[in-house]
């Protein structure tokens, strides 16, 4: 079976908040398009094993936060019920606009997880609170600098106030909610807010690398491209899982379809699809498979060691491995995306089309589509500038004692804008090939590929003079979610 499918799958039911099983794709359900959440009643009972071993642990220990200072203040004995809250005001200030609404709520979705996993110590009766908040659209205002890569307490520590009614929410109102003063170190150490704004990042990656395949399929057709270079003896003799699968993927796509190769040889963006895109794609599933641990970690500081009725002070919080994830997925991404504003030049040019330049109509010096490269490669630009790695910046912090905090939030924000400027990068290539097969009269045939290019030509404006383009290219956007759920039936070779 072919065909087109919503852009977005409903969910089967409400969001599982198990502290076991969250994924990315959830994390942006429930952020993003409000699925409700539901936790689960074993990640309720983790968290009050936890919360009885931490109790028994600081009446004979010192515990870091809980009956000390905290950084540099670490050797501070402090039996003051006041510390907590004076913990919490003194780290809520960040600085900047305020992060939007998905992604303050992905910080909401990722901590309550986390607190099931069943580490902190953390009182669960503060479950009901953040499963209330996501499920009333509530948002705490949290603001977007403050942050490294080795906790999100400012952004934290500005949710623990609206929990405990010190600062409103925004979108609604709770009743405040008793916080125990001792609990607040552990709500707040955690990476929550960079964890959801990297699994926000990761999931709308694999859509636009998904969509991507069936755009540069459709530029097979336009520009009579050759399918050689994805024969599976090819592949199989080089074999890199998601170059492989890149190559299966458009030879499923390409099956059955009009093609007559014009040349011996394509350019890159054709003849080395597979091998760039592909390891983009290897990229974006190690970014996965991260934040499939991270999402679900227990990597507070302390840690809760419920079998050993322990509490281990430990470096959990370090988030080496998503930082390094973050910066190679952005790196391959950007190779991805020159070869889409690479294959967008063969588009405008008669010898790849046999059309006028640019797609242009028949007035002498028509510019056509012209416009569309420059803004390619503006949004190529960026992409190539935010691929410079974090992992090679640290910070000395507090004293000394901190002296090599990451930067994985920085990584981050930078997935999230360079996720935006390849939305547009590809944008450009899908308006492009729409009007160039309009042009030259080529209908794909029958299965996903004609549903994928019908949908796209029966949305985008079919004129062809001189006019402004950036309408299309907000058309061309919406379009790229919907072309991610393409199906093709697997037997392309």
Known sequence: MSGLTAAVPPEAGPVLIDGATLTCVQVRSAARDGTPVEVDPRGVDRARLAREVVLRAVAGQPVYGRTTGVGANREVATDDAGHGLRLLRSHAGGAGPLLDVARARALLVVRLNQLAAGGSGVDPAVFDVLAQALNLGLVPPVRMVGAIGTGDLAALASTALCVIGERPWQGGTLPPFRLD???ALAFISSNAATIGEAALACADLGDLLAAGLVIAALCFLATDGATDA???????????PGQQAVAARLRDLLAGQPLAPARIQDPYGYRALPQVHGAALDAATALDATLAVEL??????PFVDVPAGAVRHNGNFYTAYLGLALDAARAALFQAAAQSAARLGTLVEPAFTGLRPFLADEVPASSGVMALEYVAHSALADIRRLASPAALGTAVLSRGLEEQANFSTQAARAATDTVAAY?????CELVAVVRALGLRG???APGALREAYDLAAGTLDPRIEDRPLDADLDLADRLLPVLATVTATPGGG
């Open 181 to 183: 003063p001792a609990d």
């Open 230 to 240: 994805l024969a599976s003896a090819v592949h199989a003799a080089r074999p890199h």
């Open 442 to 444: 080529t209908r794909p």
């Open 423 to 427: 939305r547009i990068v590809l944008s």
């Open 296 to 301: 679900n970690a227990a990597a507070e500081n």
